[in-house]
């Protein structure tokens, strides 16, 4: 190949290139190439699943926060025998580990079985609330790309349409139909993947404050069966 064609053909590529680079794209309108039957129910799922993650992350939050010497007050309360003082404390705490203490305190006098069993009980539901409605993320990432790709199909479809009917087919001809199977699957799996990942984040926090929970619960139990002043 001589050198001049040798530039020639690098200057041609060189400028394609270019105006490739400078086409401008439309998010919105290539995000509508989808189809809105397809983009309406992933934006629904998207807004649900950032609504249900904010929710619950500051509830989650909340429920972990706890006063650094809560358990300490608590210890001293009780083995003091001012146990109406030892209620006020919980009552004040706004936090799951609170509220299992002042149940824990109101089963005083009975047996740590029982006080135990009590306890336990009351964890359960604040565990439940914790974790309500986390499974909607968790349909979100795994409902999103099955919507994705059930759009794939449908593009697919309207490609293999458009090049029946065309007869001789082109890249115009079968474009639409190209783009609707690409973008609806990107956002599906976007979706999805953003879902799941928030899903996981919010487990691992309801675990910690489970775990902190336990050892509340148990360092309690332990505050019992020492003796009284």
């Known amino acids: 190949l001589p050198m001049y064609k040798f ?8 400028a394609a290139l270019e105006r490739v680079t400078e086409r401008n794209v439309n998010v919105l309108e290539l995000l509508m190439t ?5 983009m309406l129910p992933l934006a629904l799922m998207s807004l649900i699943a950032m609504y ?24 001293d309360y009780i083995s003091a025998g001012q146990l109406p ?4 404390l919980c009552s004040e705490n ?5 509220r299992m203490m002042e149940k824990g305190i109101a089963r005083i006098g009975k047996p740590l079985k029982d006080i135990a069993t009590s306890i336990e009980n009351l ?3 604040e565990i439940y609330k914790l974790e309500k409605n986390i499974s909607i993320l968790a349909t979100v990432a795994g409902a999103a790309p099955m919507v ?33 199977a ?40 332990d505050i019992l069966e020492e003796p009284t002043k």
Do not use: C
């Open 7 to 14: 530039f020639l053909l690098q200057a041609d590529t060189t």
């Open 148 to 180: 994705g790709m059930l759009g794939t199909v449908i593009g697919m479809v309207n490609v293999f349409l458009d090049m029946e009917a065309a007869g001789t087919v082109q890249v115009s001809d079968i474009s639409a139909g190209t783009k609707q």
């Open 94 to 98: 706004d936090t799951p580990m609170a």
């Open 182 to 221: 690409m973008v609806t699957t990107i956002v599906g799996l976007v979706v999805g993947i953003i879902a799941y990942m928030a899903y996981n984040h919010l487990v691992g926090r309801v675990s910690k404050v489970v775990h902190k929970m336990e050892s509340t619960s148990i360092e309690f139990i």
């Open 123 to 125: 964890g359960k539901l």
């Open 34 to 38: 989808g189809g809105w039957y397809i």
């Open 52 to 75: 249900v993650y904010f929710e619950r992350y500051f509830a989650i939050r909340k429920a972990a926060a706890e006063s650094p010497d809560f358990m300490n007050k608590l210890k």
């Open 85 to 88: 003082s030892a209620k006020n």
